[in-house]
């Protein structure tokens, strides 16, 4: 089988390399057969990966531990469900796991792209085609060829780490993954239009699906992340503004941007170069992450190997950089804006300066993720910044940012009138400012969670307006109920109510990110039946009576449990339990190190955390961290609202909204709208 | 003003908070990030680099743990070959901290004059967690 699989990345190597030659020599030359063949190569692309992929999960899956990959990420005593995603476990196979997904999607994209974009297609077959070549390259030339087989065959694996043994870590790289790859489709349309001057709203619509898509897989991917870490790592948070969890973030502040700023060439013509370099910055990030995640240029918690392939990274980054600017320099006074900014109250204004602060965010990441390689270069000296830095810059930017998510949607286009101000914002200023006083009266003295949740009360007001205004139009003009007016209003102008459930999504996480302000951990040391107490923000009294420790065999490991008798206020809570676990393999021998599995009781109020921290000298006498966190269980809420709210938009079919003409229906707000869909 | 000229000003004044940020955080959180003989040649030198926040990256020296268990305290010697000093540490260590042999921490804290380093942090790096594992089990 890794002789097929060998075979496949060869030929798939081969066909990248020619469908990006002709691809882009064919039109130079004049050659549409040529053009024509790109495509082709594309299809063909895509079923070698295939073939390389299943090659892959076959040696997985019957244990061929004389494959080195096998061996090193698998063993017999392997739950099965691991054993298929080991496939994306180490560097080798999530190399090959991007061919496969980039070359499908590649595929994809010729396949349903409409035929009014014709003649982009050979470019965007070629683009595709130069990044997998630089995968496939990588791969093959870098070390990192996944068939590797070695010189003895071992009875069994070495085993997957245990903290990748959880069902967050199965999805968790892959949605990445699906997310960063899905960029490559975006930016070879950009790159498409650059390069056959097609420059007008065109690829905008091409691409429109493919954004949308790549940003939920983002979306998704990071607070999978952010799940994996508050269960698995055992410290009680979700976000560290590690490099790695760094990297992902990136991209997704800039496709962000992006998908706003869009919104503004479409509708009015501006913005074009601005839009063409968030696609390329984009695409660069989602690279550029990729090369943090692999290279092990920084210390990061979550670093996953030091290996050469990083200098093919930091190559290809350099090289498609320059490319793409390059391109785009040259087609410069092509890319002219149509109209100018007519007024700061408009949406247009809202919109750059939500822009300009996403890419101020995204700047301040990648200079404090960078800070160390940068201060030793220029100073000599390897400076590092934390948590404290990247809080206290994005907390201000972050706060900004959520008020425009309501100041955005509802604001006049061009310029807004008084009467637009009035009618659209007295009711959310004062919800968020009644909720901000009443927040101060009960007591939170905390300046940025009055600041956050008095915001997002601002936001939660104009998203309600909206819905309540959409349903009451609904209601009136065809005498609908309530419900299903809700259902038609969201089915109807699925582009619109999706974006504000995206943004009831984030406002969701706002409220939870500022929880954690109000965090406690205590860390004790306690004998079978003795009893320690925390005190909430929410003024309750947790009890936790220690219940001794129970030793058993699992599948897979060795546990130790430590239980604790829970009780909120006096009233029973039930038992939370805390694990210790050492890993074997099937002879028994332990594997890895020893791995801690969290108690974690989740609340719609505040979760509580316990971590087993081991015992003291062999006795039963032990160690335990507990958190109280405040409102976590609202980011996965939020994490899921977004989600829906992503699919929504892009949720096929539906009528598309007839675009009316500019001004005069915005200004009157919904009931236009409504009606010029209808009519 | 006209509208361009007002979103300038804007824009700039954005611009400038979000350096202005990034510079007075770097300025304010910013920690020299160490080995052990750059430490100890820095206090040598400078004698204002005691008790202020650090981070050291170093190996630990096997066979240097001592834990108190029951006071949740852990004591050991970091090295990177050439100099070497105590760290003590009291709160949780993670599950990577072991006393296999050379694991690499970071320990962010401060270094006392009496050599001692006390830290607030300890990270068993896993800059290797996921792969060099297995490469070193197939070194062996």
């Known amino acids: ?130 990044v997998a070549a630089f995968f496939l390259v990588t791969m093959i030339f870098g070390g990192a060829n996944p068939f590797e087989r070695m010189a003895v065959t071992p009875p069994d694996g070495n085993g997957l780490n245990p903290q990748l043994q959880n069902p967050g ?45 790549s940003w939920l897989f983002l979306s998704i991917g990071i607070t999978l992340g952010m799940w994996w870490a ?36 479409e509708k009015r013509g501006m913005l074009k170069r601005w839009n063409m370099s968030l696609v390329i910055v984009t695409f660069l990030l989602s690279i550029f992450g990729t090369f943090i995640t692999r290279s092990g240029v920084i210390a990061s918690v979550h670093s996953f190997a030091q290996s050469n392939v990083g200098y093919f990274f930091l190559a290809f980054l350099v090289a498609a950089g320059s490319a793409a600017f390059i391109l785009l320099y040259l087609r410069w006074p092509r890319l002219e804006p149509e109209a100018k900014l007519e007024s700061m109250a408009s949406r247009e204004a809202a919109f750059l300066f939500n822009n300009l602060i996403l890419v101020g ?49 509802l604001i006049a286009w061009r310029k807004a009138s008084t009467a637009n101000l009035r009618r659209q914002f007295i009711v959310p200023v004062v919800t968020g400012a009644f909720v901000a006083l009443l927040l101060a009266v009960i ?101 936790f009576t220690f219940l001794g420790i129970s030793q058993y065999e699992a599948l897979n490991r060795q546990v130790s449990s430590a239980s604790l008798e829970v009780r909120k206020d006096g009233k029973a809570g039930g038992v939370l339990t805390s694990e210790k676990r050492q890993h074997v393999n099937s002879f028994g021998e332990p594997t890895f190190q020893p791995s801690t599995e969290v108690g974690i009781r989740s609340g719609l109020r505040e979760d509580i955390y316990v971590v087993y921290a081991g015992s003291v000298g062999g006795t039963e006498r032990s160690n335990f961290a507990i958190t109280i966190n405040p409102l976590v269980w609202w980011v996965w809420a939020g994490g899921v609202i977004l989600v829906i709210g992503g699919l929504t938009t892009m949720w096929p079919g539906g009528r598309a909204t007839v675009p009316v003409a500019a001004g005069s229906s915005a200004q009157a707000g919904f009931e236009a709208r409504l009606i010029g869909t209808e009519a | ?15 400038a908070s979000v350096i202005f940020l990034i510079a007075s955080g770097v300025k304010e959180t910013g920690v020299y990030f160490l080995t052990p003989s750059e430490l100890v040649n820095k206090v040598e030198a400078d004698p204002t680099f005691y008790d202020v926040g650090i981070k050291v990256g170093a190996k630990v020296v096997p066979g240097s743990i001592r834990r108190d268990d029951a006071a949740r305290r852990v004591d050991f010697a970091v090295s990177d070959g050439s100099r070497q000093f105590d760290v003590t540490y009291v709160g949780i260590v993670p599950d990577t901290f072991t006393d296999a042999n050379d694991i690499e921490v970071i320990v962010e804290g401060k270094y006392g004059r009496d050599g001692i380093f006390r830290a607030t942090e300890v990270l068993a790096k896993c800059g290797s967690r996921y792969e060099a594992e297995y490469e070193k089990s197939k070194k062996a």
């Open chain 1, 1 to 130: 089988m890794t002789l097929l699989g060998q075979f496949a990345l060869w030929l798939g190597l081969m066909t990248a390399v020619w469908g990006a030659v002709v691809g882009f020599g064919g039109r130079w030359k004049d050659r549409p057969d040529l053009a024509r063949t790109t495509i082709g190569s594309s299809y063909a692309l895509a079923v070698a990966m295939i073939v390389a992929s299943l090659a892959l999960w076959k040696g997985l899956v019957g244990h061929d531990f004389n494959i080195e990959y096998v061996w090193a990420y698998t063993s017999r005593n392997l739950p099965g469900a691991y054993v298929f995603t080991a496939f994306w476990a180490g560097q080798k196979g999530s190399l090959l796991f991007w061919c496969l997904v980039l070359s499908v999607f590649g595929a994809l994209a010729q396949a349903v792209t409409s035929r009014r974009h014709e003649e982009l297609m050979p470019y965007v077959a070629a683009v595709v085609n130069t």
């Open chain 1, 169 to 213: 870590m199965v999805i968790h790289p892959p949605m990445l993954y699906l997310g960063y790859i899905s960029i490559t489709i975006p930016f070879a349309f950009a790159m498409a239009a650059l390069m056959s001057g097609k420059l007008d709203t065109g690829w905008l619509h091409a691409i429109r699906k493919w954004t949308l898509l």
């Open chain 1, 230 to 265: 508050y269960v698995e790592l055992g410290w009680g948070g979700y976000w560290a503004w590690d490099p790695v969890e760094n990297a992902s973030f990136l991209p997704w502040l800039t496709m962000t941007a992006f998908l706003h700023s869009v919104m503004i060439q």
């Open chain 1, 361 to 409: 965010i995204a700047f301040s990441v990648l200079w404090g993720t960078l800070f160390p390689i940068l201060s030793e270069a220029v100073r000599g000296v390897k400076i590092t910044v934390g948590p404290p830095f990247f809080n206290r810059v994005n907390v201000p930017l972050g706060l900004l940012l959520l008020l425009l998510t309501g100041i955005g949607p």
């Open chain 1, 443 to 543: 007591g939170v003295r905390d300046v940025y969670a009055l600041m956050t949740w008095g915001l997002a009360a601002f936001v939660l007001g104009t998203v309600a307006q909206e819905f309540y205004r959409g349903i009451r139009a609904r209601h009136r003009m065809f005498a609908e109920s309530a419900p299903i007016a809700l259902l038609r209003l969201i089915g109807r102008n699925r582009r619109r109510y999706g974006g504000y459930l995206v943004h009831l999504g984030v406002l969701v996480y706002f409220v939870a990110f500022a929880g954690s302000i109000f965090k406690v951990t205590k860390e004790v040391t306690l004998v079978p039946g003795e009893k320690v107490e925390i005190k909430s923000p929410f003024g309750h009294t947790w009890s």
């Open chain 2, 1 to 15: 003003m006209s509208p361009r000229n007002k979103f300038l000003l804007g824009a700039g004044i954005i611009i």
